[in-house]
């Protein structure tokens, strides 16, 4: 069932390269780069919720501190390309200790949910309440709700005044959403992604077989914070700005939509449930008549109820009856017969 | 982290169209003036009128015929009060709608947030809100009240009216924090001192340890810098449990929103507070712009603190427009810097060249049957907080808000 | 002395709301294993209708305990009859689903009522315990927890309903077995529990004011409250509202209120993680 790699990688460049060249004609890069962006963070819950079942109510978290470690390292070191590697770092490292913590405790899914969604609320208190001046990592004034405005943005290494901004950072952050798609599709075919997935589907059976299931469900967790952390440092570079907000429970709420009507289980869905969401609220912005949550929750109902599976694995079974053939994403059916159990 | 959520006043619309086309500045047949103000969530309370305000303003710009001979076309953006749409409507305004001037910003969090891209790109910016002081830049000019020329005032007055114990119930972000300190300040100044001080970010809306703690001190005055829609709940707490007549109140934000008119009088009876305006100042400016309100609006009952504010920046700014001639920034506030006043709903004020701050007149007041009773009126008071750090003319390129 | 008495009211104060505003939520999961995300939005609409009710000319605790109730949980009984019945036994769908309905109500809110900060002012006066004011209001809620708690044992304990809907609690099987329809005990279920979310948001509007988002501060606290009770309904809600309110009293008095909040959100995770089924599944097991 498996194409060869080399296949898979050409088909992802070629594809990618073509949509990177044209969606600019579309839409403004501006816009486009935070699609961009979300994209990314909508990949990082589909990789641990899709693939690997645990279902993180906190993801938003891990984006918000990865814009934060990015804002607040920038500050001190006057210079990104330290700052964006300690960006990724940090959230992993906390998921790690967080994701060591829930999954040798054996907690599973409300509870789990519980636990993240918890953290989250920790440190978007904590955030919130670091206005006073007492407050400062280094040179950086952690700012509480005003957030952290006037940080170095993203520069050429070494150079820290040629800026990377405007359409150059477009194609930055495209060419980084490219390469962390092909590395999550590395980690896929990989011993450690399959059992991942066979964890997900029976965690007992895969524990019995003799794999430590929490250290890897740990790692993964990491992982999946990582890119979430990545996506964050990016987001700052965007808004320029970092606040509170980042932590929300709303952002992870969206997350977790995203992922729903994009596809669990694909790559691609989440991707593209986190672009295609955030620009239909983008368009739905524009006008006042109906109220752009309600929207939003409506679509959610419907999905839950009419299409769980979501948009791209919808398609691509619509595909592979039209043409037999096998679609671009790749569903494993038995996820979802088995939903109810781990959910 | 919504991309925006609701209405756009129809810029979103624009700002697509303008992402499809190529990127033109449509070149000038209209001044433009960008807008950003919160005129949904919790701060729409100061928002929509400010909104309203500005329009108004523009109105009687373009009814008397425009400035330069061209009309004013307001671009406003609704941030709805969330302070990561500023830096993002404010890169729109600058650099997609590249507007002439920017009046807008509410909250000291949301100014900071779009200030430095206003300086980098050039654009004038207005910031028209009462705040805690020290903003030096020479892009941006400020006509709100200032620690120095509020609290300076209503400190003495409310310590002398009830005692020398003084707790400080501030929110929880720059303007609290700073301005909780100018407080303190003022009240070792006077002779005073301050048993406690306590933050509380803006979403927290139950106050009842709080209020138990407080009894606890047992102060003789509590002065509340707090900010928005969950903070009113304090106030209303504060009365629920029968401690307005016990301890007295005093505020530095209280009805910059109107809040006196959401209180019930046995809430709010007595609270004492200072501002640059009242809807009771009886003066013919005063008069004038409520009947031009209410004849725009239906009813002059919503105008306050912040909307005289903005409509004063925006008349000031256009005197200004019309003194340079020209569009040129460096020309508008060489004019701005010249000291010209404009006589305003809330008084004579003047634009003091040094600090860009304002010298206005403060009114003390108190609240009474829903209304902000004017108790003693202090004419042109000079920002002197400002003054004192902040030089423009000797060092035009300062960018810094000094804390004290 | 009067201060450690306004202070053990506070205390109390905080466990009675955490009670109150976890109840709806404790019944629906409780019976029915659905975690309902739009909690919070059931509680902000049962403070609109109040509101709407009081400005109507309504006496305000008519508009509380009856209009607010009623209103909400008809509210709940369309949305289960819509959505949540589709989806029982799919325990994540359901908070999905009921997350897009959270949104959804949101949305509808903001626009009949705007997106304003609305309320009503407290009912009750405030009175003197030696030199110290009580908001008298206070009293009221911790009353309303208690009545609440009670009303629900004697229901579950006492009535053939009661006993109806413990027997479908555990085993739905047979209670459908032995002529019991789950279909109809669930709906009935979700309506006591929609009401009861209705009736916890109407008590603590007049406390802060109200805006179409006000119910994700709630949904939240009660979401954790419920699930770190664990299975047993009443023994649950007692013993971790109890344990989360006395937490974040102790951290509000001696630090600020946020730093309450942070404490409550700590014990919750510390609590987790030693009894990963929430408390009553090691203490009071078996109870009610």
């Known amino acids: 069932m498996q194409t060869p790699v080399s296949k898979d990688i050409l088909t992802t460049l070629v594809v990618s390269a ?27 819950l589909g990789l641990i919720w899709g693939f690997g079942g645990i279902l993180c109510f ?44 829930m999954f040798y405790g054996r907690l599973t899914d409300v509870y789990l949910g519980v636990i993240t969604l918890v953290v989250t609320l920790i440190l978007f208190k904590f955030i919130n309440s670091t206005a006073g001046p007492q407050y400062v990592i280094g040179k950086a004034r952690l700012g509480g709700y005003n957030g952290i405005p006037g ?31 092909l590395l999550v599709t590395f980690l896929l075919r990989s011993s450690f992604g399959r059992i991942a997935v066979g964890i997900r589907e029976n965690e007992v059976r895969i524990a019995l077989m003799g794999y430590d299931v929490a250290a890897r469900k740990t790692v993964l967790f990491g992982i999946g914070a990582a890119i979430a952390g990545l996506a964050g440092a990016l987001f700052a570079n965007w808004g320029e700005i970092v606040t509170p907000t980042l932590f929300n429970m709303p952002q992870s709420a969206e997350i977790i939509i995203w992922c729903i009507v994009g596809g669990l289980g694909t790559r691609l869905g989440p991707i593209l449930g986190a672009a295609g969401l955030a620009y239909m609220k983008f368009l739905l912005g524009q006008q006042s008549t109906i109220d752009n949550t309600l929207i939003t929750g409506l679509i959610l109902v419907l999905f839950v109820l009419f299409l769980p599976k979501g948009v791209v694995p919808a398609f691509s079974g619509l595909w592979k009856i039209s043409f037999g053939r096998r679609g671009f994403g790749k569903m494993h059916d038995t996820r979802r017969k088995r939903r109810a159990r781990h959910g | 982290m919504s991309l925006n959520r609701r209405e756009l006043l129809g810029g979103a619309a624009a ?52 400035l330069l001979g061209k009309q004013v076309e307001v671009t406003a953006y609704d941030t709805q009060s969330d302070m990561a749409l500023y830096s993002q409507y404010g890169q729109q305004l600058t650099r997609q709608d ?22 980098k790109t050039k654009t004038l910016y207005f910031y028209n809100v009462l705040y805690e002081g020290g903003v030096c830049d020479r892009n941006i000019f400020i006509n709100g009240v200032t620690p120095a020329q509020q609290v300076e005032a209503l400190v003495p007055y409310a310590m002398k009216k009830s005692g020398p114990k003084v707790y400080i119930l501030a929110a929880d972000y720059n303007y609290g924090q700073i301005t909780s300190r100018w407080i303190q300040k003022f009240v070792a100044e006077n002779g005073g001192e301050v048993v406690g001080n306590d933050f509380f970010p803006l979403d927290v809306s139950d106050f009842g340890s709080t209020i138990a703690k407080i009894q606890g001190v047992g102060p003789d005055l509590v002065i509340a810098p707090l900010v928005g829609g969950a903070h009113l709940s304090f106030f209303r707490q504060w009365a629920a449990s029968g401690m307005k007549d016990k301890i007295a109140l005093a505020s530095t934000t209280l009805g910059v929103g109107n809040e006196q008119k959401v209180l019930t009088p046995e809430e709010g009876d007595g609270i004492m507070v200072a501002y640059n305006y009242s809807q009771q100042l009886d003066t013919p400016e005063n008069k004038a712009f409520k009947t031009a309100w209410a004849a725009a609006y239906g009813s002059s009952d919503n105008i306050h603190e912040t909307a005289v504010s903005t409509y004063q920046g925006v008349k000031t700014w256009a005197k200004a427009v019309e003194m340079a001639g020209s569009m040129d920034r460096d020309a508008i506030i060489a004019a701005l810097e010249s000291g010209i006043s404009i006589d305003g709903p809330g008084g004579k004020i003047t634009v003091d060249p040094k600090t860009h701050h304002a010298v206005l007149d403060v009114h003390l007041m108190e609240f009474e049957n829903q209304e902000m009773k004017v108790i003693e009126t202090l004419p042109q008071r000079q920002p002197i907080d400002t003054q004192a750090v902040c030089d423009l003319a000797s060092n035009p390129n300062d960018n810094t808000q000094y804390e004290l | ?54 400005n109507l000319g309504v006496n305000v605790f008519v508009a509380m305990l009856v209009i607010a109730p009623l209103v909400v949980g008809l509210i709940g009984l369309v949305v289960e009859r819509l959505v949540i019945r589709h989806l029982y036994g799919r325990l994540v769908d359901t ?88 279909d109809r005990i669930y709906m009935a279920t979700f309506f006591c529990g929609s009401a009861l979310s209705g009736l916890a948001g109407a008590i603590v509007a007049p406390l802060v004011g109200l805006v179409p988002t006000s119910g994700i501060n709630y949904i939240a606290k009660s979401f954790i409250t419920v699930v770190a009770g664990g299975p047993s309904l009443i023994a649950g809600l007692v013993s971790s509202a109890t344990s989360f309110g006395v937490v974040n009293q102790v951290f509000a008095f001696a630090v600020s209120p946020i730093m309450g909040d942070v404490a409550l959100l700590v014990t919750a995770v510390i609590l987790l993680r030693l009894m990963p089924q929430g408390i009553t599944s090691r203490f009071f097991k078996g109870k009610l």
């Not at chain 3, 004697?154 to 789950?182: C, K, N």
């Open chain 3, 1 to 54: 002395m009067d201060l450690s008495f306004v202070f053990l009211v506070e205390v109390l104060y905080a466990v009675a709301t955490l009670v109150v505003i976890s109840a709806g939520l404790a019944v629906v999961f409780g019976m029915m294993k659905v975690i309902n995300l739009a909690h919070g939005e059931f509680m902000m609409m049962g403070g609109y209708a109040t509101i709407t009710a009081v």
């Open chain 2, 15 to 66: 700002l697509t169209a303008a992402s499809l086309l190529p990127r033109v500045a449509m070149a000038g047949d209209v001044i433009k003036l960008g807008s950003i103000l919160d005129t949904s969530g919790p701060f729409d309370a100061y928002g929509k009128p400010m909104d309203q305000a500005m329009r108004l303003a523009v109105q009687e710009i373009n009814a008397a015929g425009g």
């Open chain 1, 151 to 181: 940080f170095q943005t993203l520069n050429v290494p070494g150079n820290p005044d040629a800026y990377i901004w405007g359409d150059a950072y477009y194609y930055f952050c495209a060419v980084a959403l490219v390469i962390v798609f």
């Open chain 1, 18 to 44: 073509i949509l990177i060249w044209l969606a600019p004609y579309v839409i403004g890069t501006y816009t486009l780069t935070v699609l961009i962006i979300y994209g990314m963070l909508g990949l990082s």
């Open chain 2, 98 to 119: 590249k507007v002439d001037v920017v009046h807008g910003g509410i909250l000291s969090a949301s100014r900071e947030a779009i200030r430095q891209t206003m300086r």
């Open chain 1, 58 to 101: 906190g993801q938003g978290a891990f984006f918000g501190l990865g814009a934060y470690t990015y804002a607040i390292a920038a500050i001190n070191f006057g210079e990104s390309t330290l700052p964006m590697v300690l960006a990724v770092l940090v959230p992993a490292t906390f998921a790690l200790l967080l994701g060591a913590m």
């Open chain 3, 95 to 182: 908070m999905l689903a009921t997350w897009g309905l959270s949104l959804f109500f949101v949305g509808m809110a903001t626009m009949i009522f705007g997106n304003t900060t609305t309320g009503i002012s407290t009912p009750i006066p405030g009175f003197a315990v030696g030199d110290y004011q009580i908001n008298g209001y206070n009293f009221f809620i911790i009353v309303v927890a208690v009545a609440l708690l009670v009303l629900l044992f004697a229901v579950l304990r006492g009535t053939r309903a009661g006993l109806i809907a413990r027997g479908a609690m555990q085993r739905s099987d047979m209670a459908a077995a032995l002529g019991y329809s789950p």
